[in-house]
């Protein structure tokens, strides 16, 4: 890109770049209410602008951590607020931020980044890779009986918005973590306290009381379908325990007026149909890929997170960050770089889809997204990448 310049964005340019961000999303420029509380999301120093004449291309990030399978949390850059001006694509812009924001992130030595994407074809190009999904589903409440082997669960109260962030920050970080879920920081909240005063429905948000206080939650919205029946939305919900899942299902079967439930990107593996004594109560109606992940720092990426069974030579190819390419020997006792010669080789865009364990390196092979060096080798590689239980992050960023 020539004639372009790239700098990390001035407060009282934060707005211009929302402005930039919404009309690339095709919406309109954020109202002056609303952008009062939406401003406070914008971490400061973390707003990307490209310029030619005027602001054309941006991008934010904010600081969190990610949980990796084996339960250790690594440093993490979420990114978001990425849109070119319309007459300005497909001109490198987003490649310049990418690069900027790479480099930035080095210097701060965050070890992954990760984001939601709005098009499947952009960000793989970058070393991203599809890390953590979701599947949606459909709850018909009056075939939804609860087994009767359903703990009971505890109290579950209503909170008032005003309290909710309090409550909410409280319950989630009391949460077990799965692989894929992230610390909600300060400017997180600062965006989430927009979003539940924003909508036609109003919101509502449920608390379970676990035997240590809060430790679950549900906020949602019950609107009409075109045919008049209520549907309850799930729009974030979190808990730490059966009994807490179970206290939350129990009182969203409770609420009058919802003929269905409406559960968005939910875990692969959240076991709602088998509370029910009629399992099809739930029909599957969509989901795909939800959390995206760059692997930044490959060598501490890999220390940070569990390995099982034998020990293999892993060759990672990252041709946009070359300090990650190399041979690495993974193994129960960690990683460390090693000169053998390599028994599956990925870039790191596949390494990052099954970092987390969303995808087995078997299912990659199959793919064409993983090479070995001989074929009996996958059995030892889906040992060796296997995680507890479906990644999933669960929160909108
Ligand atoms: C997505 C977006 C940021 C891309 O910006 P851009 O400046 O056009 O991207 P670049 O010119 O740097 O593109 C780099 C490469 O990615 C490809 N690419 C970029 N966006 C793409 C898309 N949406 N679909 C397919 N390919 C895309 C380009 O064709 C280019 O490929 P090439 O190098 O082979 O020519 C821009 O189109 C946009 O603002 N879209 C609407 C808002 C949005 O979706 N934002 C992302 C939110 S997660």
């Not at 001109?91 to 690069?99: I, K, P």
């Not at 210097?107 to 979701?134: C, D, K, M, Q």
């Not at 400017?187 to 979003?195: F, L, P």
């Given at each position: 890109?020539?004639?372009?310049?790239?700098?990390?964005?001035?407060?009282?340019?934060v707005?211009?770049?929302?402005?930039?961000?919404?009309?690339?999303?095709?919406?309109?420029?954020?109202?002056?209410?609303?952008?009062?509380?939406?401003?406070?999301?914008?971490?400061?120093?973390?707003?990307?602008?490209?310029?030619?004449?005027?602001?054309?291309?941006?991008?934010?990030?904010?600081?969190?951590?990610?949980?990796?399978?084996?339960?250790?949390?690594?440093?993490?850059?979420?990114?978001?607020?990425?849109g070119?001006?319309?007459d300005?694509?497909r001109?490198?812009?987003?490649?310049?931020?990418?690069?900027a924001?790479?480099?930035?992130?080095a210097?701060?030595?965050?070890?992954?980044?990760?984001?939601?994407?709005?098009?499947?074809?952009?960000?793989?190009?970058?070393?991203?890779?599809?890390?953590?999904?979701?599947?949606?589903?459909?709850?018909?409440?009056?075939?939804?009986?609860?087994r009767?082997?359903?703990?009971?669960?505890?109290?579950?109260?209503?909170?008032?918005?005003?309290?909710?962030?309090?409550?909410?920050?409280?319950?989630?970080?009391?949460?077990?973590?799965?692989?894929?879920?992230?610390?909600?920081?300060?400017?997180?909240?600062?965006?989430?306290?927009?979003?539940?005063?924003?909508?036609?429905?109003?919101?509502?948000?449920?608390?379970?009381?676990?035997?240590?206080?809060?430790?679950?939650f549900v906020?949602?919205?019950?609107?009409?379908?075109?045919?008049?029946?209520?549907?309850?939305?799930?729009?974030?919900?979190?808990?730490?325990?059966?009994?807490?899942?179970?206290?939350?299902?129990?009182?969203?079967?409770?609420?009058?007026?919802?003929?269905?439930?409406?559960?968005?990107?939910?875990?692969?593996?959240e076991?709602?149909?088998l509370?029910?004594?009629?399992?099809?109560?739930?029909?599957?109606?969509?989901?795909g890929?939800?959390?995206w992940?760059?692997?930044?720092?490959?060598?501490?990426?890999?220390?940070?997170?569990?390995?099982?069974?034998?020990?293999?030579?892993?060759?990672?190819?990252?041709?946009?960050?070359?300090?990650?390419?190399?041979?690495?020997?993974?193994?129960e006792?960690?990683?460390?770089r090693?000169?053998?010669?390599?028994?599956?080789?990925?870039?790191?865009?596949?390494l990052?889809?099954?970092?987390?364990?969303?995808?087995?390196p078997?299912?990659?092979?199959?793919?064409?997204?993983?090479w070995?060096?001989?074929?009996?080798?996958?059995?030892?590689?889906?040992?060796?990448f296997?995680?507890?239980?479906?990644?999933?992050?669960?929160?909108?960023?």
């Open positions: 890109m020539t004639d372009h310049r790239t700098r990390v964005l001035r407060e009282d340019e707005r211009a770049a929302n402005t930039l961000f919404r009309a690339a999303l095709h919406m309109k420029p954020a109202p002056d209410e609303d952008w009062d509380r939406t401003r406070h999301a914008y971490q400061p120093g973390r707003t990307l602008g490209v310029f030619d004449d005027a602001l054309i291309g941006t991008a934010r990030s904010t600081d969190s951590d990610l949980t990796v399978p084996g339960g250790a949390a690594v440093s993490s850059a979420a990114v978001t607020g990425v070119v001006r319309a300005r694509t001109r490198g812009v987003l490649t310049e931020l990418m690069r924001q790479f480099a930035d992130f210097e701060r030595g965050v070890v992954v980044a990760n984001l939601w994407a709005s098009e499947g074809p952009i960000y793989g190009r970058f070393g991203y890779g599809v890390a953590t999904h979701g599947r949606s589903s459909t709850v018909r409440r009056r075939q939804a009986v609860l009767p082997d359903v703990p009971p669960g505890g109290e579950v109260e209503l909170v008032d918005v005003d309290a909710a962030r309090a409550v909410l920050a409280e319950g989630y970080a009391r949460i077990g973590r799965r692989a894929g879920m992230m610390a909600r920081p300060d400017h997180w909240w600062n965006y989430y306290d927009g979003a539940l005063r924003r909508g036609d429905d109003p919101v509502a948000i449920a608390v379970h009381h676990g035997g240590r206080g809060v430790d679950g906020v949602y919205r019950v609107g009409r379908a075109p045919g008049g029946s209520g549907v309850l939305t799930v729009e974030d919900m979190h808990y730490d325990d059966a009994a807490a899942f179970a206290g939350l299902w129990r009182y969203l079967l409770s609420v009058d007026l919802v003929d269905e439930i409406s559960l968005v990107y939910r875990p692969l593996d076991p709602v149909d509370l029910f004594t009629d399992p099809r109560a739930v029909t599957v109606t969509g989901g890929d939800e959390t992940l760059r692997l930044l720092d490959v060598p501490a990426a890999l220390a940070a997170r569990r390995w099982a069974g034998e020990p293999l030579v892993v060759e990672v190819v990252d041709p946009v960050l070359e300090h990650n390419a190399g041979r690495y020997l993974l193994s006792d960690g990683a460390e090693t000169g053998e010669p390599a028994a599956v080789r990925l870039g790191v865009d596949a990052a889809m099954a970092y987390l364990g969303g995808w087995r078997s299912a990659l092979a199959r793919a064409g997204r993983l070995l060096a001989e074929p009996g080798i996958v059995h030892a590689a889906d040992r060796l296997a995680a507890h239980g479906a990644p999933w992050c669960g929160t909108f960023f």
